[in-house]
């Protein structure tokens, strides 16, 4: 990430391509969620910081690895991501990326503090997002975090509508998609918050 700042151009993310990634993805579902236009999908999002920034991206949700495909994008990013169960199912690893299995606040909780930014994707019921939020207010972080599915449901709207530090909603370039049936506000929502203010800039 620069020095000074990171300016997210909402254009230029609309036009990131991600299909090169495609073969590396086995179900059919996740490729096209892969591909989808940014504000439907957040994976565009999700490469276009990647390759903005610089050091080390912590994802804590890595589910099957799609998210942690477009965090790679940039391959002198180094992209460590944590799961409680391993479900990842891409074909490959890409060499820039580290897997870890277990509770990153119980084994290594210092390792987000090296991170320019975190991605943030996990339970989405606001109890272990609000704990990793108040572990790097703690530690006075100075990086970003990317929260998904913002407006999921009461308690992440709660979490989101709390954060007191300079916050951007992003939904109109990241995860805007419908998650299931049921979903309360009919949209996931995406999330960027700067633990320094000023660092970030949005431009169309």
């Given at each position: 990430m620069d020095r000074h700042h990171l300016n997210i151009k909402f254009h230029e993310v609309r036009k990131t391509d991600l299909n090169y990634l495609k073969h590396l993805i086995s179900r059919k579902d996740l490729k096209r969620h892969l591909a989808a236009r940014a504000g439907v999908e957040h994976y565009r999002l999700l490469a276009y910081l990647s390759a903005n920034l610089t050091g080390k991206i912590v994802e804590l949700g890595t589910h099957h690895g799609t998210g942690s495909l477009a965090l790679c994008h940039n391959p002198e990013v180094q992209v460590e991501t944590w799961d409680l169960i391993d479900k990842y199912s891409a074909k490959q690893t890409p060499n820039n990326l580290n897997r870890r299995i277990g509770d990153v606040l119980q084994l290594n909780p210092d390792t987000l503090l090296n991170a320019s930014m975190i991605f943030l994707d996990t339970n989405h019921d606001g109890v272990f997002e609000s704990q990793v939020l108040e572990y790097l207010r703690s530690k006075e972080f100075q990086g970003l975090i990317?929260?998904?599915?913002?407006?999921?449901?009461?308690?992440?709207?709660?979490?989101?509508?709390?954060?007191?530090?300079?916050?951007?909603?992003?939904?109109?370039?990241?995860?805007?998609?419908?998650?299931?049936?049921?979903?309360?506000?009919?949209?996931?929502?995406?999330?960027?918050?700067?633990?320094?203010?000023?660092?970030?800039?949005?431009?169309?």
């Open positions: 990317l929260l998904d599915d913002i407006f999921f449901n009461d308690a992440m709207e709660m979490l989101w509508t709390t954060i007191k530090e300079e916050k951007f909603d992003l939904t109109e370039i990241g995860h805007g998609r419908r998650w299931q049936r049921g979903t309360p506000r009919g949209i996931s929502g995406t999330g960027l918050v700067s633990f320094v203010p000023g660092k970030v800039l949005l431009s169309p």
